[in-house]
C-alpha cells in the first residue's frame, strides 16, 4: 500500500517525539522542519535529528527553522516538557547533522517542486507562514495542511488559547487566512486522549528501545496532571488512520491578534450548530442556517481513544522486527 508522504514542521517535545516515532513508521516522510515552541530551537532541533537516529531513518533530513515568533517575545512550555524537551532522558548530542539549508526554504523548495506532499505542522506556525511570505504562490501548491492546535472552546495557555497558536498569533492567522485546506486536531478534541501510568506499563512491555523511551517520556508527561494528551501523536493519527476521528466539523476560523485577555485565540464560528438542549452546548449536527463566513477548517470533534492506543502500540511493536 502506497503510504502518505509529508513534510512534518515540528517543535520536540515529548508529544512531537511521539508523533515523528508513528509517522515515521507510517508515513513516507520527505524532511522534518524544526521550530521553536516547546523549547528553544537548539533542542527542538536536536531532539528531531535524535528521533531519526532512534528509529533508524537518518536518512530523513533534519532543517532547522525559526527559533522566534513573528512578534513578541518565545513562549516557551518546558515545565510540560522539560529543559531539553525530552523530560529528563539525557540524550547524546546527535551524530547526524542539520541540513544547512534554512527550514523555510527547504518547505519552499518541496512545495514549489513536488505534487504529492501534505503538510503537517504540530508546533507554532511560525516557518508555515514565514513560508507563505516569502513565496505567495505556496498558497497554490499546498495540497492541504494537518496542524495541531487551537481548540473549540477552552485554551490552555491562557483560559481560550491553546500553546501552538498561542505562541505565534500572526503566524496561525496568515496561516488560517491562506486558502489552504485545513484539517485541526484541537484541544477540544485531544482531552479525549488521557493517558497515564497504566499506558506507561503497556509501552514498557512492549519490549524495545523505542518503546521503552517513550515510555521514560510518557511516564514523565504524566506526573503533572496524572496523564498526558500525546496531542501532536492524536494528531497526525487522523492522517495514518482517517477512521480515528469518529466526527468533524467543518467550521470558520478566525484567529485573534489583539486582545487583551483573548490573543491566541481560534475564534470559531458555530452558531448553525447552536440547538435547545441546555446540556449541550454545541451539537455535532447543522441546527439552523446562520450567515457568517464560508469554513476554512475541518475540525476533529470525536476521536477514537481505543483505535489511536491500537495504532500505537503496533507502530511500536513494528520497530522490534
Same mark, same amino acid.
Given at each position: 500500500?502506497? @503510504?502518505? @508522504?509529508?513534510?512534518?514542521?515540528?517543535?520536540?517535545?515529548?508529544? *512531537?517525539t511521539?508523533?515523528?516515532?508513528?509517522?515515521?513508521? $507510517?508515513?513516507?516522510?520527505?524532511?522534518?522542519?524544526a521550530?521553536?515552541?516547546?523549547?528553544?530551537?537548539?533542542?527542538?532541533? @536536536?531532539?528531531?535529528?535524535?528521533?531519526?537516529?532512534?528509529?533508524?531513518?537518518?536518512?530523513?533530513?533534519?532543517?532547522?527553522?525559526? *527559533?522566534?515568533?513573528?512578534?513578541g517575545n518565545a513562549v516557551r512550555?518546558?515545565?510540560?516538557?522539560?529543559?531539553?524537551?525530552?523530560?529528563?532522558?539525557?540524550?547524546?548530542?546527535? /551524530? /547526524?547533522?542539520?541540513?544547512n539549508e534554512h527550514g523555510v526554504d527547504f518547505l519552499i523548495r518541496t512545495f514549489?517542486?513536488?505534487?504529492?506532499?501534505?503538510?503537517?505542522?504540530?508546533?507554532?506556525?511560525?516557518?508555515?507562514?514565514?513560508?507563505?511570505?516569502?513565496?505567495?504562490?505556496? $498558497?497554490k501548491r499546498i495540497p492541504?495542511? !494537518?496542524?495541531?492546535?487551537?481548540?473549540?472552546?477552552c485554551g490552555n495557555q491562557s483560559p481560550v488559547a491553546e500553546f501552538n497558536i498561542a505562541a505565534d498569533p500572526e503566524a496561525a492567522k496568515i496561516v488560517m487566512e491562506s486558502g489552504i485546506p485545513? @484539517?485541526?486536531?484541537?484541544?477540544?478534541?485531544?482531552?479525549?486522549?488521557?493517558?497515564?501510568e497504566e499506558q506507561v506499563k503497556e509501552l514498557r512491555a512492549v519490549g524495545n528501545k523505542v518503546a521503552d523511551v517513550c515510555a521514560d517520556l510518557l511516564?514523565?508527561?504524566? /506526573?503533572?496532571?496524572?496523564?498526558?494528551?500525546?496531542?501532536?501523536?492524536?494528531?497526525?493519527?487522523? !492522517?495514518?488512520?482517517p477512521a480515528v476521528v469518529k466526527k468533524s466539523l467543518m467550521v470558520h476560523i478566525d484567529v485573534e491578534t489583539k486582545g487583551e485577555f483573548t490573543r491566541g485565540m481560534t475564534v470559531c464560528d458555530w452558531r448553525k450548530y447552536m440547538g435547545e438542549d441546555p446540556k449541550e452546548d454545541l451539537s455535532h449536527e447543522k441546527q439552523v442556517d446562520a450567515d457568517g463566513k464560508e469554513p476554512n477548517v475541518e475540525m476533529a470533534m470525536e476521536f477514537d481513544k481505543n483505535r489511536f492506543w491500537e495504532l500505537l502500540v503496533e507502530a511500536l511493536k513494528e520497530y522490534g522486527k
Open positions: 500500500m502506497q @503510504r502518505n @508522504r509529508i513534510v512534518i514542521d515540528c517543535d520536540p517535545g515529548i508529544d *512531537d511521539f508523533a515523528l516515532i508513528l509517522c515515521i513508521k $507510517k508515513l513516507d516522510v520527505a524532511g522534518i522542519v521550530v521553536g515552541g516547546n523549547t528553544g530551537l537548539q533542542f527542538t532541533s @536536536r531532539n528531531a535529528r535524535y528521533v531519526t537516529e532512534l528509529t533508524g531513518r537518518t536518512d530523513i533530513p533534519v532543517y532547522a527553522g525559526y *527559533d522566534q515568533p513573528m512578534l512550555a518546558e515545565y510540560v516538557h522539560g529543559v531539553g524537551g525530552l523530560g529528563d532522558l539525557d540524550i547524546p548530542e546527535p /551524530k /547526524k547533522q542539520l541540513e514549489m517542486n513536488e505534487n504529492d506532499v501534505s503538510l503537517v505542522a504540530i508546533g507554532p506556525l511560525t516557518n508555515v507562514a514565514q513560508a507563505l511570505l516569502k513565496e505567495p504562490e505556496l $498558497k492541504e495542511i !494537518l496542524i495541531m492546535g487551537g481548540a473549540a472552546f485545513i @484539517r485541526m486536531f484541537g484541544l477540544n478534541a485531544t482531552r479525549q486522549n488521557w493517558m497515564g511516564s514523565f508527561a504524566a /506526573k503533572m496532571y496524572g496523564h498526558s494528551e500525546l496531542c501532536d501523536a492524536s494528531t497526525v493519527s487522523w !492522517l495514518i488512520d
